[in-house]
């Protein structure tokens, strides 16, 4: 069956840096579109970042422009997201998603908490 798995979340402080990392089984991962969405604390999950099948190409919302950086591995199935120069407003959840052709399935989150 289909399992995304996130990890790598934590508690860091104002600064700091995180790397998640997102494990995909159970589909063709090479063919998906990924995307890290979170969802902070009373809000609605909002995209982080995107990259495409092949990884030549990302997108990022503006707020984490220049302190996030979205890559993949498609040897290893396996989509990550590092963070720098993290901020209390980076608190949330962070989920993975796959996406392809109207077809989308999620990771289960994994919480990043940026605090002092």
């Known amino acids: 069956q289909v399992q995304l798995v996130e990890s790598g979340g934590g508690l860091v402080q104002p600064g700091g840096s995180l790397r998640l990392s997102c494990i995909a089984s159970g589909f063709t991962f090479s063919s998906y579109r990924m995307s890290w969405y979170r969802q902070p604390p009373g809000k609605e999950r909002e995209l982080v970042a995107a990259?495409?099948?092949?990884?030549?190409?990302?997108n990022y919302r503006d707020s984490v422009k220049g302190r996030f950086t979205i890559s993949r591995d498609n040897s290893k199935n396996t989509v990550y997201l590092q963070m720098n120069s993290l901020k209390p407003e980076d608190t949330a959840v962070y989920y993975c998603?796959?996406?392809?052709?109207?077809?989308?399935?999620w990771g289960q989150g994994t919480q990043v908490t940026v605090s002092s």
């Open positions: 990259i495409t099948s092949t990884g030549g190409s990302t």
């Open positions: 998603e796959a996406w392809n052709a109207g077809r989308s399935w």
